[in-house]
């Protein structure tokens, strides 16, 4: 008799009669014999199934072998989120018996899921728990192998993390046993951080544009279709207008130079966001934003960063940083700003190694129990002091003016009051780094005495205010003089005469100097620079680019 794994009923519910009738209104029912892969590891996730007669078992090849995860019956679907992506699959599925099950392409899978509100709710449910399974108890197939002290080493972490794909950590310092797997493949210590890949590819030192390559990000964009719209930069503002779009059935694009969320991905905790009383972290709002564009069939490029629009025709033609060129028949500019970099000497050299721009869990790992320094005095400083206070021995804020009551929320304020192991240090700058492979110490400056000294701390957030990221639009709309994009009544007549605006009605609200280029969210000239108002403007963008397609 065959002997089949436990079943988890909550993430793998058996579907009901009529369920599976309306089931089998999509895709095509095939026969399996017993030992068939019906779907491969690391091939593309274009197939969803559901077992009609047999058995199925899902299980993953690692760098230490092939380890069951589950097995399926009759009424039981193989699938997970990468099903609706169509990137590879992160796990097989092997047939034990002989059976049958009805496959449904991915098309028609988010056809089902759009149509049917029951089955669309529930394998949403699924596909997102498993995989939340498979990112706390396996591996993906990858493996990093790095130090804690590596810049490339946290930037290879975070945009694994970050577009939630599942992998193990090996820290080369601290683990004795990563030895045997660097000499196994030839490996030096100057090699790092290193990838390894269902325990046969090996990537030394990889580029995230390597990454997304390998592990197959981008797998099924086909850069020859001309869509409705092009969002370019993941952040609340355009995976809100990325959701709205592809709801409303306009076909959709998003490209991101790294992964989806933006600066508010970052955030450990956003709590004045309508509807989450507890508050929410920028990567799970971000993830459910991602899921949420997914199911109604937008597609995303990630680890592209857009180099160049040419708006002098529609279609629009968007060419990014791997050499590929997108066509869009309107434009969603939502880049977001990027963190101001302070004139330091040595910045560069201790990113990543001491210095940092967002504090995310990984960088929370980074400092536990040690003393951090936060320099900035916004709602983005105020959020990490108070975060990394969970972990840190002990938080210093600094900042250049009297306080913080003229650019925190006051929430957030009374936090750090009420914390024991924060500190705020007023009219204080930082104006030099200090260290050998990482930083030691930093020089502080006190703006109001001229008064120096150096303090030890290998751990400082820099959080001081932001600049637009519009460098790659080359002149192609109007922006203001610190480099943010003018739209609607920000647009004098000036403007639209230099650029030539051709029509006879004004720009709408969010729109550019060029007629079906819109911009929202933190790049916008004039937004507000919040989460709620950037998904607003997302939103709203796709209105006003259904009636500029409509006259096109």
């Known amino acids: 008799m065959l002997k089949t794994l436990p079943r988890n009923e909550i993430d793998s519910p058996i579907l009901s ?27 593309s996730s274009e197939r969803f199934f559901v077992v009609l007669e047999g058995w199925v078992r899902v299980e993953q090849s690692t760098r230490d072998g092939v380890y069951p995860i589950t097995d399926h019956g009759k009424g039981e679907f193989f699938g997970e989120l990468n099903s609706l992506s169509g990137r590879p699959c ?28 029951e089955l669309g709710e529930l394998f949403m449910r699924c596909l997102i728990l498993r995989r939340i399974d498979v990112l706390t108890k396996y591996n993906g197939g990858a493996v990093v192998l790095g130090s804690l002290n590596s810049a490339d080493t946290l930037r290879l972490r975070d945009f694994l993390m970050r577009n939630g794909y599942p992998h193990t950590f090996l820290n080369v310092e601290a683990e004795p046993e990563v030895q045997t797997t660097l000499d196994a493949f030839d490996v030096s210590l100057s090699d790092m951080p290193v990838l390894l890949y269902r325990g046969e590819d090996i990537f030394r030192n990889p580029t995230n544009e390597q990454v997304a390559e390998v592990l197959g990000f981008n797998q099924g964009v086909d850069f020859q279709d001309i869509r409705d719209v092009a969002i370019v930069g993941a952040g609340p503002a355009g995976l809100s207008a990325a959701v709205y779009s592809a709801s409303e059935g306009l076909t959709t694009i998003l490209v991101e130079t790294k992964a989806p969320g933006g600066q508010a991905g970052s955030s450990s905790r956003i709590e004045n966001y309508l509807g989450f009383p507890n508050g929410i972290a920028g990567l799970e709002l971000a993830s459910r ?18 180099v160049n629009l040419c708006c002098h025709a529609i279609p629009f033609e968007l060419c990014t940083s791997a050499g590929s060129k997108l066509r869009a028949r309107s434009v969603v500019i939502a880049t977001g700003a990027n963190y101001r970099k302070l004139p330091l000497n040595d910045l560069s050299r201790f990113e990543g190694a001491g210095v940092y721009y967002g504090a995310s869990t990984l960088e929370a790992q980074l400092c536990a129990g040690a003393e951090v320094v936060i320099v900035g005095g916004g709602n983005s400083a105020g959020q990490a002091a108070v975060f990394l206070a ?31 192991n924060i500190s705020v240090h007023p009219f204080t700058e930082v104006i030099n780094l200090h260290g050998d492979a990482s930083l030691e110490r930093i020089e502080l400056l006190d703006n109001r005495t001229g008064e120096h000294r150096w303090k030890e701390t ?53 729109e550019t100097s060029t007629p079906g280029v819109f911009a929202v969210g933190d790049v916008r000239s004039g937004s507000v620079k919040r989460v709620a108002s950037s998904v607003g403007e997302g939103s709203l963008a796709i209105t006003y680019a259904h009636q500029v397609l409509a006259a096109q």
Not at 29 to 35: D, L, N, Q, V, W
Not at 94 to 115: H, K, P, V
Not at 289 to 306: H, I, P, R, W, Y
Request: glycine share 8%; charged share 20%.
């Open 17 to 43: 009669d009529a369920a599976m009738q309306r089931v089998l209104r999509y895709g095509t029912t095939e026969s399996f014999h017993a030992g068939d892969v019906l779907v491969a590891q690391g091939e």
């Open 390 to 420: 969970q972990s840190a021995h002990h938080v210093q804020v600094l900042v250049r003016g009297a306080d913080l009551s003229s650019s925190m929320s006051r929430y957030l304020i009374r936090r750090i009051e009420e914390a024991s």
């Open 458 to 510: 290998r751990h400082v957030y820099l959080m001081t205010g932001a600049s637009p990221n519009t460098e790659w639009l080359n002149g192609c709309v109007a922006v203001d003089e610190n480099g943010f994009v003018l739209t609607g009544n920000s647009l004098t007549q000036d403007h639209l005469d230099a650029f030539r605006w051709p029509l006879q009605r004004q720009p709408y609200f969010l």
């Open 289 to 306: 934003a991602f899921d949420q564009a997914q199911k109604f069939g937008a597609e995303f490029l990630v680890a592209n960063s857009a």
């Open 90 to 117: 992160i796990a097989s599925g092997r047939a034990l018996t002989d059976g049958s099950a009805q496959f449904i392409e991915r098309t028609e899978l988010q056809n089902l899921m759009q149509n049917d509100n």
